[in-house]
C-alpha cells in the first residue's frame, strides 16, 4: 500500500541531544513537508522540500535541519538548539505540480524531552 | 497570501445532533479548500476538498461542506453527530503558485451522549 512512514512512534530525548525522526513515502511525490503540532497552535511549518537535493525553510525553522537525498526520505533532525522540543511532528507529502490536489500525513512522532 | 480562521477551538454538541464548524478564509486567488481531521495521536486524514465547479463538496463519514465566495466560507456540517465524531478538525487551503497548505488552528469537537 502506499502511503507515508513516520518512525518511531514515541521519542524520548534528553537535554543537550540531536534526535533524528525519520520520513519515508512510497507515493512517487516530489514534495516533502514537516509541521509541528502544539495544543491549539494547529500545524506550524519547519522545512518544506519540493525536489530532491533542496528544501526550504518554513515559518519555525530555528532549531531544526532536514535534508532531501532521496526523493522517496526527508528526515527531520531536532538539534539540542530547539529549545522547547516537545511536540507533536507530522511529516506530509503532496504530488507537487497540482494545488488542488491533497497532501497525505503520516501518523506522526511525538517526541518528549526528559 | 492566503491564511483560514476557523472559529471555535472547542465545540460540544449531544449526539445525534448537527455538526457545524465554521472556516472561513482569505485569498487573492481563487482557493482550494480541504478540510481534515485527526484522531488523538495519529495524522490527518483527507475530510472533504473544494477545487471547482458543484459548491456542496460530500466527503467520507457524512460529511459535507459548502462553499461560499461571497461569504468566504466554507463551514463543515453533519447532520447528526455519533461518537466516533470526537476529533480534532482542521480546514485548510493552498494559495497561488505554491504546494503548501496554510491550516487554520483546529477545532476540536466534542460529542456529548
Known amino acids: 500500500d502506499g502511503g507515508i512512514t513516520q518512525s518511531p512512534k514515541y521519542l524520548f530525548r534528553k537535554e543537550g541531544q540531536n534526535v533524528t525522526l525519520s520520513c519515508e513515502q512510497n507515493?512517487?511525490?516530489?514534495?516533502m513537508y514537516w509541521y509541528r503540532q502544539d495544543p491549539g497552535q494547529g500545524l506550524r511549518l519547519i522545512y518544506y522540500s519540493q525536489i530532491v537535493n533542496d528544501f526550504q525553510k518554513g515559518d519555525i525553522a530555528e532549531g531544526y535541519s532536514v535534508s532531501r537525498e532521496k526523493k522517496e526520505s526527508f528526515p527531520l533532525t531536532v538539534t539540542s538548539a530547539q529549545k522547547n522540543p516537545t511536540a507533536f511532528y507530522l511529516c506530509?507529502?503532496?504530488?507537487?505540480?497540482?494545488?488542488?490536489?491533497?497532501?497525505?500525513f503520516g501518523q506522526g512522532t511525538r517526541l518528549t524531552v526528559v | 497570501a492566503q491564511s483560514v480562521t476557523q472559529l471555535g477551538s472547542h465545540v460540544s454538541v449531544s449526539e445525534g445532533a448537527l455538526v457545524l464548524l465554521r472556516c472561513n478564509y482569505s485569498?487573492?486567488?481563487?482557493?482550494?479548500l480541504f478540510w481534515y481531521v485527526q484522531y488523538p495521536n495519529q495524522g490527518l486524514q483527507l475530510l472533504l476538498k473544494?477545487?471547482?465547479?458543484?459548491?456542496l463538496v460530500k466527503g467520507i463519514n457524512g460529511f459535507e461542506a459548502e462553499f461560499k465566495k461571497s461569504e468566504t466560507s466554507f463551514h463543515l456540517t453533519k447532520p447528526s453527530a455519533h461518537m466516533s465524531d470526537a476529533a480534532e478538525y482542521f480546514c485548510?487551503?493552498?494559495?497561488?503558485?505554491?504546494?503548501?497548505?496554510?491550516f487554520g488552528k483546529g477545532t476540536k469537537l466534542s460529542v456529548i451522549p
Open positions: 507515493l512517487n511525490h516530489d514534495a
Open positions: 485548510a487551503t493552498s494559495g497561488a503558485g505554491s504546494y503548501q497548505l496554510t
Open positions: 473544494y477545487t471547482t465547479g458543484a459548491t
Open positions: 485569498s487573492s486567488v481563487p482557493p482550494y
Open positions: 506530509a507529502s503532496h504530488p507537487g505540480a497540482e494545488r488542488y490536489t491533497e497532501a497525505f
